[in-house]
């Protein structure tokens, strides 16, 4: 990976994280860089949506800081929630929903710019699902639709995308195509990566950097270092 | 054809299908989202507060609208709130806030004026209810509501759709929410006598619920909502001046057909 232009999307000093006053993570300091592939993993409760809130900027931290890069500062994260049940079966074009990430941008407008609606085609080409620009959302399978709304994620922030468990609810073969796309962003578009995921072989596979979280305890390490730990070591059993 | 010209010689006809008209396209425009966040019951619960509002307004001898028009604003943003991050969740919410109002409206008639025409009128609609000062208020409170639709139509879709990728991308989406119920709660109460508390809520649902049976788009189920309830409008007016039935459910009838025209309609473009 090459080093030139390394930037610092995101740098957490010595945070503490949690809700009124408990505190769930302490002490942890990282930062996500221009081409990290940073998983987040841990057991159901440990915390991990509670860092992923404060990531995205949507919850304060209870001390210590979190320092965004400037172009971040201004909404541009490309940030891919967990999918609502209401989203299933809405009505709205694959088209619709991919301007529809070009919000920060914009104040009051009725009309997407030509270079929003040519960026938004492109981000569509680049995930191979042009052809579905027009078919309407709900019809898609678990894997189109989620790839739908990484394109529009790439249309909010071209060079952060921040996912939440991506690849719950699809089958193994989707999944497979999905860490594939976010292995191409990642390696060849140099997009950093930040993902919850329950997925510890993707994970581990894909990864540059793991963050694991326990209870009150957490592990942050290149996924070697990662199995290695006492955490790690009884994944690293099931996998190899 | 005649009957149709003879119709609009009658100036409650005319003020009612004015009203009507505009009532019915705001519904349905603010339904869509209203519908897929599912909002839905909020209009039925707001419909019932503002019958409430306005019996307590009759009972005390105060103009109705200037009562009821800040206690249902009132109303839809606790609505909203209470459905967002209630214990008791979004539905009990609202059967318990709706239930309640009607008792509490129902109580102060029955102390004061007893079950008059006057509220019968309230609760299932009436023709003749529209003076020249509610024209007057719901056209322009009817262009306002179109007006910010207009203006934060992608807003709107981006919070609907999404609400936790909106709120990362930095737009309000409290704020929107709120103007949401807001303008709900404003349509609700302009078209609540002429529709009737019971009846009004189905204006808000039907048109959204039959355009998104044949429409693939966002924009496509906006604008076809709008149109459907329109046309709906007219058509229960002009059947209830013929037949002589009450015209909010003669509206809310047709708009029931519409929306089982396009269940089948669906099914055969499906095949």
């Known amino acids: ?240 | 054809m005649r009957l149709l010209l003879e119709m609009f010689t009658y100036p409650f006809i005319v003020r009612a299908f004015v009203v009507g008209v505009l009532v019915s396209l705001c519904a349905a425009l603010l339904g869509v989202p209203l519908v897929l966040k599912r909002y839905s019951m909020i209009g039925d619960g707001l419909s019932h507060v503002s019958f409430g509002a306005l019996a307590v307004a009759l009972a005390c001898g105060w103009a109705p609208l200037p009562v009821s028009i800040p206690v249902v604003i009132l109303a839809a943003v606790i609505l909203l709130r209470m459905s967002e991050n209630s214990p008791m969740g979004a539905d009990a919410a609202i059967a318990v806030t709706s239930a309640s109002a009607l008792a509490i409206g129902i109580i102060v008639t029955s102390l004061t004026t007893g079950m008059t025409t006057d509220v019968d009128s309230y609760m299932f609609g009436s023709i003749l209810a529209m003076d020249r000062s509610d024209v007057a208020l719901s056209v322009g409170l009817s262009a306002a509501v179109l007006v910010l639709f207009v203006l934060f139509y992608h807003k709107l879709f981006a919070i609907t759709f999404d609400e936790s990728f909106s709120r990362t991308t930095g737009v309000k989406v409290d704020l929107y929410n709120t103007l949401l119920s807001v303008l709900t709660a404003l349509t609700i109460v302009l078209g609540m006598r002429l529709m009737g508390a019971m009846l009004i809520s189905s204006l808000v649902i039907f048109p959204a619920l039959s355009a998104m049976r044949l429409h693939k788009s966002f924009r496509g189920v906006v604008i076809w909502a709008g149109a459907v309830s329109v046309v709906s409008f007219c058509a229960g007016l002009t059947a209830s001046y013929l037949v002589s039935t009450p015209v909010g459910a003669t509206v809310v009838v047709v708009n029931l057909a519409v929306f089982l025209a396009c269940c089948v309609a669906a099914r055969f473009i499906r095949r």
């Open chain 1, 1 to 240: 990976m090459s080093e030139t232009n390394e930037k610092i999307w995101i740098d957490c000093r010595d945070l503490s994280l949690g809700y009124e006053g408990q505190a769930i993570w302490e002490g942890l300091t990282f930062q996500v860089r221009s081409g990290d592939y940073l998983c987040i993993v841990g057991e159901n409760g440990s915390g991990k949506s509670t860092l992923l809130k404060s990531l995205l900027g949507l919850l304060k931290p209870l001390s210590g800081t979190i320092a965004w890069d400037d172009s971040l500062r201004r909404g541009a994260i490309g940030y891919l929630p967990q999918q609502t049940r209401a989203q299933k079966d809405f009505p709205a074009t694959v088209y619709e929903v991919v301007l529809s990430g070009f919000l920060s941008a914009g104040g009051i407008r009725f009309f997407h710019t030509p270079a929003e609606k040519s960026t938004a085609l492109m981000n569509l080409g680049k995930l191979g699902i042009l052809e579905l620009k027009d078919r309407c959302y709900r019809e898609l399978s678990g894997g189109q639709q989620q790839r739908v709304l990484l394109a529009r994620a790439l249309c909010a922030a071209g060079e952060l995308l921040v996912l939440d468990e991506p690849i719950t609810g699809l089958d193994p073969a989707a999944a497979l195509d999905l860490y594939r796309t976010l292995d191409y962003l990642n390696k060849k578009e140099n997009i950093a990566i930040v993902m919850v995921t329950h997925d510890m072989r993707g994970a581990l596979r894909y990864a540059t950097k793991i963050i694991y979280a326990g209870q009150k305890q957490w592990f942050c390490g290149t996924p070697a270092e990662y199995l290695a730990s006492p955490y790690g070591r009884r994944f690293g059993g099931e996998t190899r």
